[in-house]
């Protein structure tokens, strides 16, 4: 069946280092959905990306949507402490009804000041 | 405006047992998403309603059910409690009827014992 997969599974940097999340769909996707999962918390949306080879910035952030539409990155300059959490990717499920949304496992990233 | 609403928040059953979450979407929003969260598997679809209508359903056994209200509130329903039904349940809705972004409600934390 469809599949989401998302790498690494965890990664640990010092504050300041960069830090980068990938994120590969089995199928096509007519769009790609960001959210960030603080700990205890729960996901909160970060951005969606719609065009093939599309690159959005927000401020440290930068997401990419790969060129045939099934990868995706998301880039973060110089970490911060509040930039700890959990990244998910997430795209539509063909076939399902669109508030249907299968996402990648994440990537859980720990920033030690 | 208010964000989305779920009660209870915790929640400690057992076994055999059967358990009603609630949900109360942001205003104006008409599509409430499930999804189990769990650290093994991840953020699970559930179901999707809109409009009073179940439109989606992930691939859970028939325990798990849901209802939606006149009013956009949402109910799932787990019945016959299995210890691997512990998780952070998360509702989520959206405005419209296109691939937009969810919102997340806090979640319920259930634990089965």
């Known amino acids: 069946g469809q599949q989401v997969m998302q790498i690494p599974q965890y990664q640990h940097v010092q504050e300041g280092e960069d830090f980068t999340t990938y994120c590969n769909s089995s199928?096509?996707?007519?769009?790609i959905q960001w959210y960030k999962q603080r700990p205890g918390g729960h996901p909160v949306f970060l951005i969606q990306?719609?065009?093939?080879?599309e690159v959005k910035k927000q401020k440290r952030l930068t997401f990419q949507f790969g060129e045939a539409k099934k990868n995706s990155s998301l880039h973060i300059t110089a970490t911060q402490t509040t930039d700890v959490g959990t990244y998910f990717c997430a795209g539509p499920n063909y076939g399902g009804s669109q508030g249907n949304l299968i996402f990648g496992k994440g990537t859980k990233l720990s920033v030690k000041p | 405006k208010a964000g989305v609403t779920q009660t209870p928040r915790y929640l400690i059953k057992t076994r055999g047992q059967q358990v009603t979450l609630s949900c109360s979407p942001i205003s104006g929003h008409r599509s409430v998403s499930w999804y189990q969260q769990t650290p093994g598997q991840g953020l699970q679809f559930l179901f999707e309603y809109f409009s009073e209508t179940q439109r989606n359903k992930g691939n859970f056994p028939g325990r798990f059910s849901g209802r939606q209200f006149s009013n956009s509130r949402s109910e799932m329903n787990v019945s016959t409690l299995e210890l691997g039904d512990s998780a952070l349940y998360l509702c989520a809705s959206k405005q419209g009827d296109r691939y937009n972004e969810q919102f997340f409600g806090p979640g319920t934390r259930l634990t089965v014992l």
């Open positions: 990306l719609v065009k093939s080879g």
């Open positions: 199928t096509t996707l007519s769009n």
